[in-house]
Structure formats: structure tokens, C-alpha cells
């Protein structure tokens, strides 16, 4: 006997059916609604360095720590190759910071956190900062792992949140909106679910800009990972979604590949064409592809498939991906950036400095022209050393419906399905 299930869904729902083992398994996939995504960083996989090892050649605009933050192997989420290590007892705030990204007007983070060690005392493990640094709001962790939200001030708003444990690691997010002082929203989430919900708590502040990561009170005893961070300007206040983030590599020459002198004399050895000189990890300004012509000159590449690379993304939403490339040039000069086949004007500079843009796109990159950049008939010598896509993502949720059922029932699951009406017709 045949059967086929027909979905009436909204447009935030899509279901994929497979059939296997006389059962149905549906993917459940939250489509999100049209938002602008600001940051996305998977927690170190995309040039495994150390956050800001060297000024500018980082995906984050700040660090702070003595010891710094760095990348660790000890504890990773799923099957990344890295997270972000933030030592605890240091002799200073140790913290990444990505500046620019969030918005008073509504915004969302979510990233995976991961404890070794809780806290000796109530400490930050996230926050939000206006853009001179002046903290506005804090996620924070009592020593028992109590999670709390906290004003610039030292003052708990809202009630206490669940309860954290270490050796285990929890996606957490905060979607909110500030008006004033006393008109705000704030929606703390644990593994999708609503944990902390504050409606007009009393700020002593607004003009949120910057999310600060990390043991930012200098805690004795907190010991913590991060990775998947992602953040965009969503005013639903709602939660983001079980968004993971990866790194993509490229592995092939694309339409075009004109820098055609090299830089050094080796590679990662992973990929063709002139991919091995601009894949390696840890990134490195040893190998690349220069060029110095007035005429127009593009460098450009294929990455890896969905199911290449760090992490297998076959049926995974595609929530949006961001392109990244490390460069410099003889003199400061404008050249281009190119991501899925679009080109958009970037500031070079002398010194190598890591430069992204984010494609504004839900379709996984088609090949070809996925990371590039050209040199804008500029008549100065452009040199490449490293590139990559990075990809935000929902992983595939799987549901277990027996063949016989005639109505869909869902209990004890962290997949919601609302509004959707669901037709089942047997053949």
C-alpha cells in the first residue's frame, strides 16, 4: 500500500518525508521569516586561529584577556573541529567582542554554550554593549548555573531562568526591542524554549551595539566554550531557530582565475587549481595568488558541497551564508569582494585584514563563482592569502509518525508546528 501525506503549511514550515523501516520520518524545517542576518561564526572552524591572533585577521572587531580567549579541541559542538576557550581566573576580562551588529530597534543572538566549570559568583557570560563600550544588558550565571538577565546596572530584571549544568552544551538566545528606558522587551531562550520574558523593565540605558562573549567579570572558576554564533536585526522577539553555523572551504578554480602569480611555493594539498593556496587551516599569508593589472582581473572559486567539509548539511535550512576573504594590496585601494557570483566594493588596505559580506540568501551556493574577489582595474598589486563561505543553518529535525496514523500528534518534542494544517491521504 502506497501512502502519501500532503502538508498545508505556512510559509515558516516545510516538511521533507522519508519512509524507512515501515515509518515515516518527517523533517520538520522552520523557514524564517525575511530578517537581515548581521554576524555568523562557527567557534574557530573557518581559518582555525586564534580569535585575533593578529589585528584585523579575525571575524571579531575585539578581544580582551590575560589569557586571551582561544581556540580549544577539548570540548566542540557536534562535529565542528573547534570553539572558542575562554580561561577562567585570568588577570583580566576575558571576552570576544563583535561590534556594529545589533540594534536597540530589535535584534536576536543565539550561540552554544558549554560548561566546564561554573562560576564562584553571579558572572556574565554574554552581554550587550553601545558602541563605546558601556554595557546594557547581561545573560548571566549564578554559581549554582542559574541562568539570569541582568541591567547595566547590577540589577536582575525579570525572574530566575533554568537551571545549567556542566558537560553538556545549550543553545542559548535573546531576541529584544528597547524603545526607552522603560519601554523594552526581552525574550530569553534555552534550547528554543522561553525561559526568561521581561515586558518594560526599568534600563539605566539604551543604544545596544556590540555583543560581548566570554568570562567577562574575570570569575575564579568559570570554565566555558562557545560556537554557532549568529546574530540579525529581528524585531519578532521570537526565537532564532536551532541555527548551527559551518565553514565551507573552497576546493575548485571558479569561472574566472586571473591572479595568476603565486604566492610561496606550497598549499594545504586539499583541492584543485588554485584552491590549496587559499583553504589552508590555520590560515596563513605564506601561500595565495596575487596580480597587478589596470585591467579588470577576477579570483574566484567553487567551495565545498553541502556534504563536503566539517559537517554534512544535506537537508538543512539554509538560513543565510556569508563569504569571507584575508587580503591586502600595495596601497590602499578599493577592490571587490565577490559572493555568489556578486561583486561589492571593499576598502584594501596595505595590511592584511579580513573582509565579509553576508549574501543576503537562503540558497546554498551553486559553484563556480561562490568566494571571489577582483581588483577593481586598479593598477596596484592585490595579494590573497585565504578565503571561505561561512554557512548559517537549521539541521533537519526528524519525527517519528507510524504509518497507520490518520492525524498528526506530537508530544514531549521541541519541534512546533502552528497554524499548519495537515492532510493525510492513504492510497
Same mark, same amino acid.
Given at each position: 500500500m502506497k501512502r502519501f501525506l500532503n502538508f498545508y503549511l505556512p510559509t515558516f514550515l516545510?516538511? @521533507?518525508?522519508?519512509?524507512? =523501516? #515501515?515509518?515515516?520520518?518527517?523533517?520538520?524545517?522552520? !523557514?524564517?521569516?525575511?530578517?537581515?542576518? @548581521?554576524?555568523?561564526?562557527? =567557534? #574557530?572552524?573557518?581559518?582555525?586561529?586564534?580569535?585575533? !591572533?593578529?589585528?584585523?585577521?579575525?571575524?571579531?572587531?575585539?578581544?580582551? =584577556?590575560?589569557?586571551l580567549p582561544t581556540t580549544a579541541t577539548d570540548f566542540v559542538h557536534g562535529n565542528h573541529k573547534k570553539s572558542i576557550n575562554y580561561p577562567a581566573g585570568g588577570a583580566a576580562s576575558c571576552f570576544l567582542q563583535k561590534t556594529g551588529i545589533l540594534?536597540?530597534?530589535?535584534?536576536?543572538?543565539?550561540?552554544?554554550?558549554?560548561?566546564?566549570?561554573?562560576?564562584?559568583?553571579t558572572a556574565n557570560i554574554f552581554a550587550f554593549y553601545n558602541s563605546v563600550g558601556t554595557q546594557k544588558v547581561a545573560v548571566r550565571l549564578t554559581s549554582a548555573g542559574v541562568l539570569q538577565l541582568w541591567d547595566a546596572a547590577n540589577a536582575q530584571i525579570g525572574t530566575n531562568g533554568s537551571t545549567l549544568s556542566t558537560g553538556t552544551w545549550y543553545r542559548i538566545s535573546l531576541a529584544y526591542t528597547i524603545t526607552?528606558?522603560?519601554?523594552?522587551?526581552?525574550?530569553?531562550f534555552k534550547n528554543g524554549s522561553l525561559d526568561i520574558s521581561v515586558t518594560n523593565a526599568t534600563l539605566t540605558g539604551t543604544g545596544t551595539n556590540?555583543?560581548?562573549?566570554?568570562?567577562?567579570?574575570?570569575?575564579?572558576t568559570l570554565d566555558m566554550r562557545s560556537s554557532d554564533h549568529y546574530a540579525d536585526n529581528s524585531s519578532s522577539l521570537t526565537d532564532?531557530?536551532?541555527?548551527?553555523?559551518?565553514?565551507?572551504?573552497?576546493?575548485a578554480n571558479g569561472t574566472n582565475n586571473q591572479w595568476t602569480t603565486q604566492v610561496g611555493s606550497g598549499g594545504s594539498g586539499y583541492g584543485t587549481g588554485h584552491s590549496p593556496q587559499v583553504n589552508e587551516r590555520a590560515q596563513s599569508d605564506v601561500n595565495g595568488w596575487s596580480i597587478q593589472s589596470a585591467s579588470l582581473q577576477t579570483e574566484e572559486y567553487s567551495i565545498e558541497s553541502v556534504s563536503q567539509g566539517d559537517i554534512d548539511i544535506t537537508g538543512a535550512t539554509i538560513v543565510d551564508f556569508m563569504g569571507w576573504v584575508n587580503a591586502n594590496v600595495g596601497s590602499n585601494s578599493t577592490g571587490n569582494i565577490i559572493v555568489a557570483g556578486t561583486a561589492s566594493n571593499i576598502s584594501v588596505t596595505t595590511g592584511e585584514k579580513y573582509f565579509t559580506k553576508?549574501?543576503?540568501?537562503?540558497?546554498?551556493?551553486?559553484?563556480?563563482?561562490?568566494?571571489g574577489i577582483d581588483n577593481n582595474s586598479v593598477n596596484q598589486l592585490f595579494s590573497l592569502y585565504e578565503a571561505g563561505i561561512i554557512v548559517a543553518y537549521i539541521p533537519a529535525a526528524a519525527v517519528v509518525v507510524p504509518p497507520v496514523t490518520r492525524g498528526l500528534l506530537i508530544e514531549n518534542s521541541k519541534v512546533k508546528i502552528m497554524n499548519a494544517k495537515i492532510k493525510l491521504q492513504f492510497q
Open positions: 516545510s516538511i @521533507t518525508l522519508i519512509t524507512a =523501516g #515501515g515509518f515515516f520520518w518527517l523533517n520538520v524545517h522552520n !523557514a524564517q521569516a525575511v530578517v537581515t542576518v @548581521t554576524f555568523m561564526e562557527p =567557534g #574557530g572552524d573557518a581559518d582555525f586561529q586564534p580569535p585575533m !591572533a593578529v589585528l584585523n585577521i579575525s571575524f571579531w572587531s575585539v578581544k580582551n =584577556g590575560s589569557p540594534a536597540d530597534t530589535g535584534s536576536r543572538v543565539s550561540l552554544y554554550i558549554y560548561l566546564n566549570a561554573l562560576p564562584t559568583a526607552n528606558t522603560t519601554t523594552n522587551e526581552f525574550r530569553l556590540a555583543w560581548r562573549i566570554g568570562n567577562i567579570n574575570t570569575d575564579a532564532t531557530g536551532n541555527i548551527w553555523v559551518t565553514a565551507k572551504r573552497p576546493i553576508v549574501a543576503g540568501s537562503t540558497t546554498y551556493p551553486a559553484g563556480n563563482t561562490d568566494i
